[in-house]
């Protein structure tokens, strides 16, 4: 049987803070986050935008590029850590503003970043297993990547979703769930707790442990695929909190190999994969996947049957390595999305509405926001401890 991802779909805020600006605005050189971070904007979401927007926004995308009925999906998952209530999922909120049927299991998964992989990893099961009977899964990531104003993690932060069709017979991307690379470890490096909405980071130790989960998953990832190197890939993509860090992973997995010149396959592997990240920011769970739609979006090569290896890292922690088979005409498909219009798109922040967006954000969740409801999924706000959203107008 082959599975894998057959559609996506992207959602990013319809406004971004540019971090040049935001660098002069802290006292610090530009070149510290442009080229240090390797991120150059940073999407912000307004208040009527948040991780179920976002979500039911690259659902949309996703459904009609695979010209899929929404009574065509039997799974429904989010993988987030930006979720917007304690019980109730983002997925079922995404499944009332697209009118997914009844017969449908609807839920969400959380590990930090790794969430949408597990929810994936999980759809893949479910095909192969035989309970999808002949229907589809529909697996986004969505989450608002925040920390606090004027913090160390603030150049780090941005918005975004990534909906996967996963399916039978896919047209993008091949995948096999049964020779995937797996890590785990209990380590405190990145964490929220229930009472803040900001998040915190052991900076320095995070990195170490997104390091040593990358060593343990590709090393199992070699051992069930016996004398694969990492040659045998066209492309890698990698979980993008920041651009930089897929340097430090590609120079880790290569170290791995005694490469001697770990560094000079980067431009070839990776580059294409961080396009579109450094345009958005971090966008959590979706990170992985917004490299792995910027590599099919952007690559100048043709990766028609060719390799990809794709790693995922959730902080907590969890990792897992897998590689995908880039299906004929993947590419193409990909690019018709127009997704560098939808990038163009938005607007750009002066500081001091960036500023007072985050500041606003602090009272979204208990008065209702002002909201247009004419150009998309939109919250509305809070009544009677009830989040209300309103989707696209007819």
Not at 46 to 54: A, G, I, R, Y
Not at 332 to 345: C, F, I, K, P, Y
Request: hydrophobic fraction near 45%; aromatic fraction near 8%; charged fraction near 20%.
């Amino acid at each position: 049987m082959h599975v894998g991802i057959d559609a996506l779909g992207v959602a990013v805020p319809s406004s971004y803070i540019d971090l040049e600006v935001l660098a002069k605005a802290r006292g610090v050189d530009p070149q510290k986050y442009l080229n240090g971070l390797g991120t150059s904007r940073m999407g912000v979401a307004p208040l009527d935008e948040d991780t179920v927007t976002l979500a039911a926004r690259a659902a949309s995308m996703a459904l009609k590029s695979a010209q899929v009925a929404p009574d065509e999906i039997g799974l429904l998952v989010v993988g987030t850590e930006t979720a917007v209530d304690h019980s109730k999922p983002v997925s079922s909120f995404v499944q009332g503003l697209l009118g997914i049927g009844t017969r449908c299991r609807v839920f969400e998964t959380k590990h930090a970043c790794y969430g949408g992989t597990a929810a994936l990893m999980m759809a893949l099961d479910w095909i192969r297993a035989g309970s999808a009977r002949g229907r589809k899964a529909l697996i986004v990531c969505s989450d608002i990547a925040r920390y606090g104003l004027g913090t160390a993690g603030e150049p780090t932060q941005g918005a975004g979703a990534v909906a996967l069709v996963v399916s039978e017979n896919p047209r993008l991307l091949e995948l096999d769930p049964s020779r995937t690379g797996q890590y785990a470890s209990d380590v405190h490096d990145f964490w929220r707790p229930l009472y803040s909405k900001d998040a915190f980071v052991d900076g320095h130790y995070s990195v170490q442990c997104y390091l040593d989960a990358i060593a343990g998953a590709y090393r199992h990832f070699k051992e069930l695929e016996p004398g694969v190197t990492a040659n045998d890939f066209a492309a890698l993509a990698y979980h993008v909190p920041y651009g930089k860090m897929a340097k430090k992973a590609h120079r880790q997995l290569r170290e791995l190999e005694q490469d001697p010149a770990p560094d000079a396959s980067f431009e070839a592997q990776v580059a294409a994969s961080l396009v579109l990240p450094a345009q958005v920011g971090n966008i959590y769970t979706g990170s992985l996947y917004l490299a792995l739609t910027s590599l099919l979006a952007t690559s100048a090569r043709v990766l028609d049957g060719q390799r990809v290896g794709l790693f995922s890292y959730g902080s907590g922690s969890c990792a897992e390595f897998f590689a995908g088979t880039v299906v004929p005409g993947a590419q193409a498909r990909v690019q018709a999305l127009g997704l560098g219009a939808l990038l163009d798109a938005r607007r750009a922040l002066s500081i001091d509405e960036y500023e007072a967006v985050m500041r606003a954000r602090e009272a979204a969740d208990v008065k209702p926001v002002e909201a247009n409801a004419a150009d998309g999924f939109r919250f509305l706000g809070v009544e009677s401890h009830k989040r209300t959203y309103v989707g696209p107008r007819a």
